[in-house]
């Protein structure tokens, strides 16, 4: 049975232009009522972008309504959710994808890069999820998609900020994707590769086509999904799909009676040797089973 989202309101956020844009196109063209959110005006233009991206939807006999809050802007964010139940009845998917890059070293970064980026993904990720949250616990159905990168996952040369917001995304979904269980909210992690404004020239250009984001776009319509997995990260582009977690190694428990930095020196390659690494389900698994030494996890793996 192909995916359908006919009768499910989404909102993308920074869906102006970019890999924003067509996750928005791929939703409504399998049904979804979209709200289109991009910067307003005091931004660069972005909320054009989101009319036009709305336009298209509604050439192709969709619809979809524009917004221009900010997602730093914690009001205007509640704003966009009332809009959104208003037009359209309720909020069933949040695509939290609006992003912004202040590259440089971090000798080089001026401390209000740092807060701006973080301010943008980190805060502007929470305030966008936090207005939609009641309404799908209330509701009993949620889906919604983060976006990281591999900068946040792995680290990057002069992205520090941008690779700490992107992992404190990950760190919000995690948590996310355990509170919000019960409600049938589902919480993922899309990590995409696609040559956007945001990375246009980093690769050459007869691989440009092959990493447009309507590559990354079907991934997202999958995790927004009824049948969506709950707590993924999904590295997607280019066609190539893959999953990324933090695997944690065996270990070793040492003598408290000895314990002293001499000994961790001395039995390092046992506390950092990766075979058997597992994956726990949550800080409350980890400390249990890793730390209280309880039975193994049946998810390890
Ligand atoms: N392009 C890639 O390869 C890549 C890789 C990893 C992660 N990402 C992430 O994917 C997302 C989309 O990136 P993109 O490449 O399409 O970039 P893009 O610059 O083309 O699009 C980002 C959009 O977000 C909007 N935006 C920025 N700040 C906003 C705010 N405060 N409120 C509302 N909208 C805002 C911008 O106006 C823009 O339209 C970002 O979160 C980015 O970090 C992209």
Known sequence: MSIDFTGRTAIVTGAGRGLGREHALELARRGARV???????????????????????????????????????????????????????????????????RDKSFAKMPIEDFDVVVQT??????????????????????RIVL????????????????????????????????EGEKSNIRV???????????????????????????????AV?????????????LNAGKGRFSASRMVTSPGIELDLASLS?????DNWSRIIDPVGEAYYSSAHSFSRHAIMGQAEPSHAG
């Not at 993904?121 to 949620?142: D, F, P």
């Not at 899309?190 to 690769?203: C, D, H, K, Q």
């Not at 930095?261 to 020196?265: G, L, Q, S, V």
């Open 188 to 218: 993922n992690v899309i990590s995409p590769f696609a040559v956007t404004r945001m990375s246009e020239g980093l690769v050459p250009a007869d691989v440009a086509e092959q990493m447009s984001p309507r590559h990354v776009s079907p």
């Open 221 to 233: 319509a999958f995790l927004a999904s009824e049948e969506s997995p709950n707590g993924v990260i």
């Open 121 to 142: 993904h980190v805060l502007g990720t929470a305030r966008s999820v936090k207005a939609v949250w009641n309404i799908m616990r209330e509701a009993g159905y949620g």
């Open 35 to 101: 709200v289109v959110n991009d910067l307003g005006a005091g931004g660069d233009g972005g909320f054009d972008a989101a009319n036009a991206v709305v336009e298209d939807i509604r050439r192709m006999g969709g619809q979809a309504i524009a917004d221009g809050g900010s997602v730093t802007d914690a009001e205007a964010m509640q704003a966009l959710a009332r809009r959104a139940v208003e037009a359209f009845g309720g909020i069933d998917i949040l695509i939290a994808n609006a992003g912004i890059l």
């Open 261 to 265: 930095a001499e000994t961790i020196r």
């Open 147 to 178: 976006t990281t990168s591999a900068a946040g996952l792995m680290g990057n040369f002069g992205q520090s900020n941008y690779a700490a917001a992107k992992l404190g995304i990950v760190g919000l979904a995690g948590s996310l994707r355990i």
